[in-house]
């Protein structure tokens, strides 16, 4: 019998972050537990498309020791038995949608339910911890902060700093991403903006207006998104949402200057190694792009306080985490 049974989302090359999270600390826990690797069906979030999810799922329900749900598929749950069942809940993005009705529906169906149902959640940051307890009532020693690892792909590069064209790197398209303001902050700056993530038409045409010269770049592999950190002189990542923030420790890993929002989690995940903006002020985000530029020393201290951060997120740390709480599930079934 497999111990543990890991389940993730339907594949997608344009979603990946949780997978990586867990493909990095795979390895350090498979010598202690066997691991087996399960995707749904389909990505799809109707009720149909909800139920023939858990209609597969439930076959497995007797395959494992421990059913953990890595994430965004929160629903999945309720195909295993409780006991034996972790959720982890990496943000409670889902609480933003503008339809109250979808609001409320995910607020039970992705939220509170499951986290009623589930023997134990984890969750990356106590930013998203504390929005788990305000709107579930949940018992906080029931939820286990457990940040995300830094992926063995991202080390230090040394690069010479072009303070007179550097390169701009912006990780993300979608709306909590702020590209918009990043690409207005930017306007009449000499530098070269790198934009990973699919660009709509609306961002296409308001990076033209602001005359940005830019690059984008989507689809890539996990050599070719190093290759993009280790190319940029500044790592811009003003998201005004996140529950964890993975561009904060990888930009810091690589040796890259790092402007970042001032808000949680990101402030507390970056620790001391970067440039804080308000991310809802065009001023702030530029003023803090200028400082990394024209300010060598203080670009200097950062990196340097970046590289000290990272190693809090060391991947071996963080799969001994993981490991106890399956432990511990074990123990009592």
Not at 82 to 94: E, G, N, W, Y
Not at 213 to 220: E, I, T, V
Not at 265 to 282: D, Q, Y
Request: glycine share 4%; charged share 25%.
């Amino acid at each position: 019998m497999t111990e543990v049974l890991q389940v993730f989302r339907k594949s997608d090359a344009d979603f990946f972050s949780l997978e990586n999270v867990f493909s990095s600390i795979r390895p350090y826990l498979n010598n202690t537990v066997s691991i087996e690797k399960y995707n749904l069906h389909t990505r799809a979030a109707g009720i149909n498309a909800i139920l023939k999810n858990l209609f597969y799922l439930n076959k497995n329900k007797d395959k494992a020791k421990v059913f953990h749900i890595t994430g965004d598929v929160h629903y999945s749950v309720f195909a295993f038995p409780r006991s034996k069942t972790i959720l982890t809940i990496h943000d409670c993005v889902f609480l933003q949608n503008p339809s109250p009705f979808k609001r409320w529906l995910f607020k039970k169906l992705w939220l509170q339910w499951p986290v009623k149902y589930s023997r134990m959640i984890t969750t990356i940051s106590e930013a998203t911890r504390k929005e788990i307890i305000s709107n579930t009532g949940c018992d906080e020693k029931k939820i286990v902060v457990i940040p995300d690892p830094l992926s063995k792909h991202f080390s230090y590069v040394k690069k010479n700093f072009n303070k007179s064209s550097p390169v701009v790197l912006q990780i993300g398209t979608w709306p909590n991403k702020n590209l918009n303001r990043v690409a207005t902050a930017l306007k009449g700056l000499p530098c070269k903006l790198s934009i990973i993530g699919k660009l709509s038409e609306e961002q296409k045409k308001l990076l033209s207006e602001n005359n940005i010269d830019y690059s984008n770049h989507f689809h890539l592999s996990d050599q070719d998104l190093v290759k993009q950190y280790a190319d940029a002189d500044i790592v811009v990542f003003a998201s005004t949402f996140e529950g964890f923030g993975l561009p904060v420790i990888e930009a810091q890993a690589m040796g890259r200057p790092l402007v970042t929002s001032n808000i949680s989690p990101m402030k507390e995940v970056a620790g001391e190694g970067a440039c804080f903006v308000n991310p809802l002020e065009i001023d702030s985000i530029r003023e803090g792009i200028m400082k990394v530029i024209e300010d060598d020393k203080f670009r200097e201290t950062i990196i340097a306080k970046g590289l000290e951060n990272v190693r809090k997120y060391d991947p071996e740390k963080i799969a001994d985490q993981y490991l106890f709480l399956y432990k511990k599930i074990m123990a009592n079934n």
